[in-house]
C-alpha cells in the first residue's frame, strides 16, 4: 500500500454518519430535557457553568455541547458555547418562537418503535402497522399533539388569514376540519369581526381549541362540532373551509371523497383552503417538504406528501374549478380552491 | 403582515430536520434490510421494479428512494434511481467494502432505548447505564460486533502493518489488545512471516479471530488469550502491542493502568500502536472523530474520543516517551509509542 492508495481509500464516514443520526435526534431532546439553549442564553456558556445550571455531569454537558456544536446548534470559541440563529429563536426557552414543546410529540419511543419496523411497513403496511398508525380514532396524542403545535402554527395560520382576505370583514361562516388547536379559524376570526367559526375535531381535542378561541377573545363566534370528519353531518353554507394538516394522511381516493363531501357543504361561490407540504413534481424538493412523505410512510397507511399536480387532480376529480398554489415561507403550502 | 414580514419569519425547518434525524437511521436501515441498494446497482432503477424485487409496495418503495435521494445515498434523474458514490462502494452487497452488516448492531432497539435516556445519562451515567452499558463482561454483542466490523477494519489493520514496518520480517512476539476479529494482528502476521501473534479478547470474540486466522493461512502462529484484559496475566517480551478501539471505552486514569500493565510487558524496545477516534484540540473537528464521543457518552460510563494532547500525557504518566500521531484516511488515527 503507498500513501497514494491510502489517500484515495473510500471513506465510509458518510455512511456512517447517516446510521448514527439517531443521535442527533436524541442529542437535541436531552438539549431541550436539560434546558441547555436556555442555561447557555442566559450566560452559562462554559462547560462547567452549564453543567452547574443543568444539574448535570461536566463529561455529559461537554459532549452534548460539542455534538451540537457540529449539528450545528450551537458555537463554540475559545471553549465557550453560544447559540445558533436557529437555536437562539426556536430552543431558547424564553423566546417567543419557542418550539421545544414539540420534542415530546415527534420524538417518542412508539414512533422510533415504528420506524425500527420501516422495512416490514415498507413490504406490508396493512400488517406492520395494525393497531398503531395516528389514525385510529380518539389516539389521545392528538390532544399532546395539538398543544404543541399551536406556536408553530401562528404564522402559517396568519398567513392563511391575509392570502384569503379575512379583513374584507364580510359575513363568513368558517368550517374548520381537523381544527386540532384552533389557530387557524381563530386567526380568521380575530382578523373578520363577522366571521362564525366552526371547528371539528375529536371532542378532547377542542376542549384546546375552545380555550384557544376564548384567550383570542373569539370565544363566542367559536362554535365546536365534535367528532370524526368521515362520520358526522358537517353542517351547510360554508364561504370558506379550512383543510389544514389533514389531506396527507389519506390515499388520493380518500381525499376525493373528503374533498366531495366538503363541497356539498359549501355555500354558491364558497372557497376551500388547504395546508400542507407540497413537494415540486420530482418530489425530492424543496427538501422540507418532499422528506414529509417519510413521516406518513412510518405512521399512515397511504398517507404522502403529494404534488401540486395530484392535489390538482384530486380538486378536479371531487367537481372544484383547477387549483392554485402559494407557497409559504417555511415547508408549507396553501392550495386554494373552488367549487367549479 | 407584509409580504416582506413574511418573507423574514424565522424557518424552523433545520430544527425539524435535526429532531426527524431518526429517520435517516432507519430509513437506511430498511433499505439495507430490503437490499434496496444492490437491487437498484443490478439494475431495478424504476419505483416498480425495484418493488417488484424487493418484494415491497411500490410507495414504501417510492417514499424510501426519494427519501435516500434527499440524504444523499441515491441519485434521481426521470423518475430513474441510481447510487451515489458512497452507495456504490460501502451498501451494494456485491461490493467488496460493503458494510452493511454493520447496521444490525449500530441500529439496535436497545441502542435507541438507551440514547432515548440521553438526559439521564448526562445527569447520571451510573444510574442511567445501570446494567446496561457496553462494558458488561461476556456481553454477546462483541461476538456479533467483532463479525460486523472486520471488513471496515480491513484498511486500518493493513496501514498499521504498513506503519509498523512488518514486512521488515524481524521475529516478533505480538500482542492484540481487544482483538475482536483479530485482523489487525493478522495483517501483520501476514506480512511478517517470523511474527508470532497473541490475541486477547473474551472466549466467544477469539473464536472468530481464531477461524480469520485461519482462512488468512496464519492459524499456526496465531495464539489465544482469552479472557478480561484487567484480569489475565498477559505474558511478557512483545516487540509490539496493539491496543485498537480499547481506550476510548474508558477514563483517563484507567486508560493509565492499561498502559502500565502493557509497559511492563512489553520487550526492550518494544512498541505500543494504539488506534483510535482522535479529535483536534477543539474537541469539534474533523466531525467524524469528533463526534464519536456521544457514541461513548450514550454507552459507557466515561468514555471519551481523547485529544492526542490526552493520549500523549496518559502515555506519558504510565512511563512512555512522547507520543507519535498519524491519521489515516478516514475518521480514524494510529498513535505510536515506545517504553521511555
Keep these: 500500500m503507498t500513501a497514494q492508495s491510502a489517500a484515495n481509500q473510500p471513506n465510509p464516514s458518510f455512511v456512517f454518519q447517516v446510521l448514527n443520526s439517531y443521535q442527533r435526534t436524541t442529542a437535541l431532546r436531552a438539549a431541550l430535557q ?11 456558556n462554559s462547560v462547567s457553568a452549564a453543567a452547574t445550571h443543568c444539574k448535570a455531569t461536566e463529561r455529559g454537558i461537554r459532549i452534548l455541547c460539542d455534538f451540537l456544536t457540529i449539528v450545528g446548534l450551537l458555537t463554540k470559541q475559545d471553549g465557550q458555547y453560544g447559540l445558533s440563529p436557529d437555536a437562539a429563536i426556536f430552543l431558547n426557552r424564553r423566546s417567543p418562537a419557542y418550539i421545544g414543546s414539540i420534542t415530546d410529540f415527534l420524538v417518542r419511543a412508539d414512533t422510533l418503535d415504528v420506524f425500527m419496523d420501516l422495512a416490514d411497513t415498507i413490504r406490508d403496511p396493512q400488517k406492520s402497522l395494525s393497531g398503531r398508525t395516528a ?9 399532546e399533539f395539538a398543544r404543541a403545535m399551536a406556536p408553530l402554527m401562528v404564522f402559517p395560520a396568519e398567513a392563511i388569514a391575509e392570502i384569503v382576505g379575512a379583513q374584507s370583514g ?11 388547536h384552533g389557530m387557524f379559524g381563530i386567526a380568521i376570526a380575530k382578523r373578520n369581526p363577522n366571521a362564525e367559526i366552526f371547528a371539528l375535531d375529536w371532542a378532547p381535542v377542542l376542549a384546546l381549541a375552545k380555550e384557544n378561541a376564548k384567550s ?19 353542517g ?14 389519506f390515499d388520493p381516493e380518500t381525499n376525493e ?7 356539498a357543504a359549501l355555500a354558491p361561490g364558497g372557497r376551500v383552503v388547504a395546508l400542507d407540504f407540497v413537494p415540486n413534481d420530482d418530489r425530492v424538493t424543496p427538501p422540507a417538504a418532499a422528506v414529509f412523505s417519510m ?17 390538482d387532480r384530486m380538486f378536479r376529480n ?7 398554489i402559494r407557497p409559504l415561507p417555511g415547508p408549507m403550502s396553501v392550495i386554494l380552491s373552488q367549487a367549479s
Design 34 to 44: 436539560l434546558d441547555l439553549f436556555t442555561a447557555i442564553a442566559e450566560g452559562h
Design 135 to 143: 389514525m385510529e380514532p380518539e389516539n389521545p396524542m392528538w390532544v
Design 170 to 180: 364580510e359575513n363568513w361562516k368558517v368550517l374548520d376540519i381537523a381544527a386540532g
Design 216 to 234: 383570542a377573545g373569539v370565544g363566542a363566534r367559536h362554535h365546536l362540532l365534535p367528532g370524526s370528519f368521515f362520520d358526522r353531518d358537517l
Design 236 to 249: 351547510a353554507g360554508y364561504n370558506l373551509v379550512l383543510i389544514t394538516n389533514f389531506l396527507h394522511h
Design 257 to 263: 371523497k373528503i374533498l366531495k363531501k366538503v363541497r
Design 295 to 311: 413521516t406518513m410512510l412510518g405512521h399512515t397507511l397511504a398517507g404522502d406528501a403529494y404534488t401540486f399536480a395530484e392535489y
Design 318 to 324: 371531487a367537481g372544484y374549478s383547477s387549483s392554485e
